[in-house]
């Protein structure tokens, strides 16, 4: 209860500082948030880096990259990736939302928790959804957070139909080669210490491609390295300066994942 009421009003004030940095921060117009068309001088910082979050939309490196992949790459399968498809939005970033609502033609949210969402969804037995339901489920920053990821993938390839695209982000920590799990027993302290934050039971390594190829996905994976420097500059799509902090992830990526047999 007590942490409730510290998270609210922690939030609260840093709504209220976003507001005014949305307006005191317009000029020069140096950045520009694809999401929401907001312009100004800088981009707000996180917990781990500089200049990432949007004053207006609270976008992040990760939802401006996702949005440049499907606006911006020459990648036709990414451009028309949600046109016209129904789409599960799991655990859905506010920022995102009416982007892809308008391109989808069902756009469902799902959560295991929150009460806002339309379907409650538990990515490692979604026994409440059938084989072959959505064209597109898109899975930011969950992974790390469920309780087996290789029941996640089969679940996800499972209710995904023929050819459908699921689009992850997952934290990977700068040079991690193979992913590190803790057992269940892990305190939240040992957690945070060892994953970056209390609730994460995983960092992912580089070998995160392999487990989506070894479950049965083609991996297209789009990050700032596909775009031009204006463009990188313009949108943020990489942190100002990299985090000194062993387990920052400091390059973002997006996973767009075709399902195949
Ligand atoms: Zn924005």
Redesign the pocket.
């Known amino acids: 209860m007590k942490n409730n009421l510290i998270y609210t009003i922690k939030r609260i004030k840093q709504k209220c500082f976003q507001k005014l940095a949305s307006h005191f921060l317009l000029y020069p117009k140096r950045k520009h948030?694809n999401?929401?068309?907001?312009s100004g001088k800088v981009f707000l910082n996180d917990n781990w880096h500089k200049g990432v979050i949007?004053p207006?939309?609270?976008?992040t490196v990760r939802h401006r990259l996702f949005k440049a992949a499907i606006d911006q790459s020459d990648n036709k399968e990414l451009y028309y990736c949600l046109k016209n498809k129904k789409v599960l939005h799991c655990a859905p970033d506010k920022?995102l939302k009416d982007f892809i609502k308008i391109q989808s033609k069902i756009y469902k949210t799902g959560d295991l928790l929150r009460r806002d969402c339309d379907i409650k969804v538990d990515l490692c037995s979604m026994k409440n959804i059938n084989d072959s339901t959505f064209d597109v489920l898109i899975i930011f920053d969950i992974l790390e957070h469920v309780e087996n990821v290789q029941n996640a993938l089969k679940e996800i390839h499972r209710v995904l139909t023929g050819n459908g695209y699921a689009i992850f982000t997952v934290p990977q920590k700068d040079g991690l080669k193979i992913t590190i799990e803790g057992d269940d027993n892990l305190s939240p302290e040992e957690r945070n210490n060892r994953f970056g934050q209390w609730d994460h039971l995983r960092l992912f390594g580089s070998d995160f491609t392999n487990m989506l190829k070894k479950n049965r996905f083609d991996v297209i994976e789009m990050s700032e390295k596909n775009f031009s420097s204006d463009i990188v500059k313009k949108f943020s799509l990489k942190p100002l300066t990299k985090s000194k902090d062993p387990l920052a992830t400091n390059e973002r990526k997006i996973f767009f994942c075709k399902k195949v047999f």
Not at 35 to 38: A, G, K, L, R, V
Not at 56 to 59: A, V
């Open positions: 948030c999401i929401c068309n907001w949007c207006r939309c609270e976008s920022c």
